[in-house]
């Protein structure tokens, strides 16, 4: 097998995250044992939802229908088994880190790629959601879940049309029960400013009113409707998109008090934190990854929120960057060169307890 000339560098890194996660595994059989004696466990009704931008989780195929040869066997980047595995491999530290019952994630190729992470990662045995949108680089987004807590009713893609312009991604709408509690989920990868912010702003605004009137939908239906709306919103919260558009507020007492139906944005305590954010550009914090909430969650009626439960995944490994980086999150790609890291988004979680 050829060995990628960057990897040999990263043979330590990778050997300590294996032990890691050796490590994380047994413990996790410990508890597990423990609980089987007992009969009971402090974390009973509390599930953990999340989300993440996975940084471009791509097979090793050139698919003549998707502008994704850079990542293909022969292909720019110079992508091998061994480079795909690691990143499998450090993906698998990331979801033994989070431990979640429900997660959101985009930046992924197909469903193929899916079930090579499921089978890596052998924490879990996840259900999976995906569709494919129409991104010209093929990047979709997906649900992976614990079936025996969450159960499935609907899933569907929500199409975002631009006339004469590049296609973005679709919103995935998953409708779900757990413990017969009815939640509805969006998982959202908004268009980037990377045509630049005259044309993204309009893009992210038409957008977000496709996915308000979705809402607005289910709470004229209900207006206790749990609804759980993640993503890479490629804004920060309160700007024009998701905040004014979406009607999202980092104000709970703004939501709870049901005044022009906003919803409530998880992230305002990371807000003006010095590496508070999810993803850094050119040195500044952004918090582009959210979990943003219906003032159904915020109550107690069928599920509730986990007071002080919202929290990015931060951890010194994952921001393992020195000189003009340090700080940032550790990406795997920067360009076309091998980093070898997790991803240039960290991912966000929180937790609701089920009445």
């Known amino acids: 097998m050829h060995t990628h000339p960057i990897l040999s560098q990263y043979d330590t890194l990778n050997e300590k995250f294996h032990v890691g996660k050796d490590m994380k595994i047994n413990i996790l059989a410990m508890l597990t044992f423990l609980i089987l004696l007992t009969g009971c466990t402090s974390e009973k009704g509390i599930i953990t939802i999340g989300f993440w931008n996975v940084e471009n989780l791509f097979d090793l195929v050139d698919d003549p229908e998707k502008n994704d040869e850079e990542f293909a066997l022969d292909g720019r980047k110079n992508v091998t088994w061994e480079v795909l595995d690691l990143k499998l491999d450090h993906m698998s530290v990331v979801l033994t880190d989070l431990n979640a019952d429900i997660l959101g994630l985009c930046e992924v190729e197909n469903r193929d790629i899916l079930d090579s992470l499921n089978k890596r990662f052998t924490n ?39 006339e004469n312009d590049r296609p ?79 009607r999202s507020s980092v104000d709970r007492e703004l939501v709870t008090s049901g005044e022009g139906s906003f919803l409530w944005n998880g992230m305002g305590k990371f807000i003006g934190v010095e590496n508070g954010g999810t993803y850094k550009y050119r040195g500044k914090d952004n918090i582009l990854d959210q979990i943003i909430v219906s003032k159904g969650v915020l109550d107690k009626r069928n599920i509730s929120l986990v007071v002080g439960s919202i929290r990015i995944n931060d951890k010194p490994e994952y921001r393992q960057q020195e000189g003009n980086y340090a700080g940032y999150p550790f990406r795997f790609w920067a360009g076309d060169s091998l980093l070898g890291g997790f991803s240039d988004h960290l991912a966000v979680s929180m937790k609701i307890r089920i009445k």
């Open 124 to 162: 879990r045995d996840y259900s999976i959601i995906h569709f494919d949108s129409p991104d010209e680089r093929g990047i979709d987004n997906a649900v992976l879940y614990d079936a025996n807590i969450f159960s499935v009713a609907d899933s569907r893609i929500i199409t975002i049309p631009f």
């Open 168 to 246: 973005t991604r679709d919103i995935l709408y998953v409708h779900g029960f757990i413990k017969q509690k009815d939640v509805h989920l969006f998982i959202n990868h908004w268009p980037s400013n990377y045509s630049g912010l005259e044309q993204a702003i309009p893009r992210r605004i038409k957008t977000a009113n496709i996915l308000r009137a979705r809402v607005d939908e289910l709470l004229a239906k209900d207006p206790g409707a749990e609804i759980i709306i993640m993503g890479d919103f490629n804004e920060n919260p309160g700007d024009t998109a998701v905040g004014s558009i979406l």
